[in-house]
């Protein structure tokens, strides 16, 4: 049987969010086992929650509470955002590692910021 892409999957937001989800998890691979309840658990917590809750508003009744779970969203890849920079400062991975979640993240917060204009 041929899976079939729901709506919500062709949303830019979404793709970049699911993306960013998989980055996410390579990198926190490279952290400190000591860090499985700090940082890493934080900071893959807020990335599943970008995705999620985008495919939740997706799918509520109303355009109040897609742009609800949109804002939802936004707010936690800002989180995520400063977790990642927190992160980089404290943990002392090379820089390098972060070069292409930080372009990812920067990416999916324009196109979450435009998703939530968008339904204003």
Known sequence: ME?????HEKLHAWQSANKLVE?????TDEFPPS??????????RAALSVPSNITEGYHRNTRKQYRYFCN????????????????????????DHFTEVEKLMKQTLRLLYGLCLSLK
Not at 35 to 42: D, K, R, V
Request: glycine share 4%.
């Open 3 to 7: 899976y079939m892409a729901s709506a």
């Open 23 to 27: 980055e996410i998890y390579a990198l």
């Open 35 to 44: 860090e499985g309840y700090g940082f890493i658990s934080q900071i893959r």
């Open 72 to 95: 939802v969203a936004y707010a936690s890849a800002n989180e995520l955002n400063i977790q990642l920079n927190l992160a980089k400062k404290l943990l002392f991975l090379p820089p």
